[in-house]
């Protein structure tokens, strides 16, 4: 063994190039055969796996467009303008008074089922089992079905009850009683019923199905729910139910099937799709890959026989040169080099290395500049995620304000809202604390219209704000956050609190609010960043990145909250004093 490398060894560089070769790339040619083999024995599982996989992504699907649907109901019953017209009708002196406040609950429940896709029909029933219906009225529910809900939905006192389909009514029905919670009697103010096609909702998510010419079943229990019959005969194919997947024969014709069921409805959801064209993909794949090994094998043994003669003769010049780099010696080490001006592989790197030597001092220079520029980058990266994030709850709220007939409260918030995307769409980088405030100032006016009484903002500002520099839109986003785990998560009117103020050496910033705070698991969480922001909101891993990004490491951003009293985010930054020539681009 010591012989046979000792041999290798006084070998020229030419030749150990072609064995090192040869013998590398053989036995990775026989490797990957075998692998290939292997491959084609997992194939299957893999196979299975993937469908299976995009069975269940398809299912999750369907069942959030059914969770939708509850929390739809939910928000319709615990509305506040729903319960207090329902509180009135129920204590209606006449049938004058009760139709007129009938025909504005009718109108509103009219206008929420035009935004669902899921519902075919609402239905409306008073305490005296008068039922108003909303929708298709050529779909008529059966008396059955209609009373049996109706006691469900007593026996649940409020909670959300669901009915799936069945070949006595192949429709799925839900919903709820509204109880009063406005003063706390949870007195009955009525039921509210929803009618749901099923077939018409699956049929919406079928081509997000990978596979087109798949055929797709669902049922439940023993009641087809869906069907599509693509490619497949009417066979009502099903598999047994301690199986997620096998090969069928259906009229002499293989299949793949898999089968999965909703843990939230039970529902069982079969795919069938060819199985004989995956596999021939498979196959041509595997010998197109042992063809093309073969003659690259072949190829390039031949090739770098050559390309080794010729890159061997340059590259004992270059060593040499390199090593009297090494020691510091450049000029011997650039007339060292060979001055002839090769093209290939060996005499670019001879240049490049030829140029190195001559610029090394500049090429320090420009890596510094690089770092700079990096930097600016990713602070530039940060900053344009915070720009578009709601805008459309914003045009939602002011379209509301049109159609209620508020005019001139939607024109002031289109104003604030003007406003506030002037300040978020400024290609400027930063902008005065002063700037800064009154973009927050603009947010709190357009999210007074949204929660109305709910929430009660308070800005409190203190010294020479306009002189110094922050970052743009940094407090917009933790005033967001006060409102998503504050006011959404509060049951009573919470308060929200922006304070600026110049302090003897630095600026302190500070947004608190009453909402129901965090645990301590939950604070250190958000701490250490590793909480996931809601919605589309900007973390506080972002802002925090940015301010570190501004003033050097020198910002200081501590989190404090106490569950059932609130949270209070604090900001120490250093005076960082306006350049006289910057131009507001608000102005421009």
Not at 377 to 387: C, D, F, G, K, M
Not at 492 to 502: F, Q, S, Y
Not at 536 to 547: F, H, Q, V, Y
Request: hydrophobic share 35%; aromatic share 10%.
């Amino acid at each position: 063994m010591k012989r046979a490398i000792s041999a290798f060894n006084s070998l020229k560089l030419v030749k150990k190039m072609v064995i090192i070769y040869v013998a590398v790339f053989g036995i990775l040619c026989a490797i990957t055969l075998a692998a290939l083999q292997v491959t084609l024995d997992f194939y299957d599982g893999k196979m299975y796996e993937k469908s299976l996989q995009e069975l269940d992504y398809f299912t999750q699907r369907v069942d959030r467009e059914l969770e939708d649907l509850e929390k739809f109901s939910y928000d319709l019953a615990l509305d506040y303008t729903i319960q207090s017209q329902l509180s009135q009708i129920m204590e209606a002196k006449n049938q004058s008074e009760y139709n007129f406040r009938m025909s504005q609950i009718r109108s509103r429940l009219t206008q929420e089922a035009g935004y669902s896709d899921q519902i075919a029909i609402m239905i409306y029933t008073d305490k005296k089992w008068i039922r108003y219906v909303i929708g298709n009225h050529y779909l008529e529910v059966p008396d059955s079905v209609y009373s049996q809900m109706l006691e469900e939905f007593s026996l649940a006192k409020g909670a959300y009850v669901c009915r799936y389909p069945t070949e006595e009514f192949p429709y799925m029905v839900s919903g709820r009683d509204i109880r009063k919670y406005l003063d706390a009697s949870m007195n009955y103010l009525g039921s509210l019923m929803f009618v749901v096609d099923v077939k018409n909702l699956i049929s919406r998510h079928v081509d997000e199905l990978a596979t087109k010419t798949s055929t797709l079943y669902v049922w439940n229990g023993d009641t087809m729910l869906y069907e599509d019959g693509q490619g497949v005969p009417q066979s009502h194919f099903r598999m047994s139910r301690d199986k997620d997947y096998e090969i069928v024969k259906i009229n002499g014709k293989k299949y793949f099937a898999c089968q999965l069921s909703s843990a939230k409805t039970g529902w069982t959801y079969l795919n069938l799709f060819s199985y004989d064209e995956i596999y021939a993909i498979n196959t041509y794949v595997r010998y197109g890959l042992v063809t093309g090994f073969l003659i690259l094998f072949a190829i390039a043994a031949g090739v770098t026989r050559k390309l080794a003669q010729v890159i061997t003769r340059p590259l004992e010049q270059l060593t040499a040169a390199m090593e009297l780099a090494e020691e510091g010696r450049f000029a011997e080490a650039g007339e060292y080099l060979p001055k002839e001006a090769r093209q290939d592989e060996v005499g670019i790197l001879t240049q490049e290395f030829h140029q190195m030597m001559e610029k090394i001092t500049e090429l320090i220079h420009e890596n510094y500049e690089k770092q700079i520029l990096i930097k600016d980058t990713q602070y530039q990266a940060l900053q344009a995620q915070i720009r578009p994030h709601f805008l459309y709850n914003t045009m939602n709220s002011i379209n509301w304000l049109i159609r209620s007939g508020r005019g001139e409260e939607a024109s002031r918030a289109m104003v604030a809202f003007s406003n506030f995307l002037r300040a978020s769409f400024s290609k400027n980088l930063e902008d005065t604390v002063e700037k800064e405030v009154e973009t927050v100032e603009n947010y709190m006016n357009i999210q007074k219209i949204r929660y109305q009484n709910r929430i009660e903002f308070i800005l409190e500002t203190e010294g020479t704000l306009d002189q110094y520099l922050m970052p743009r839109m940094t407090l917009q986003p933790l005033v967001e956050n006060a409102i998503n785990y504050g006011v959404d998560n509060s049951l009573k009117r919470c308060r929200i609190l922006v304070r600026a103020r110049e302090e003897s050496e630095s600026l302190t910033l500070d947004v608190e609010d009453d909402g129901p705070g965090m645990s301590g698991e939950e604070l250190e969480s958000v701490r250490n960043f590793t909480m996931k922001p809601k919605g589309n909101g900007i973390g506080l891993k972002n802002i925090s990145e940015r301010l570190r990004l501004f003033y050097n490491d020198q910002a200081v951003m501590d989190i404090w909250s106490v569950e059932g009293e609130g949270t209070r985010i604090h900001i120490e930054i250093p005076k960082k004093e306006r350049d006289e020539y910057v131009q507001d681009d608000r102005n421009r």
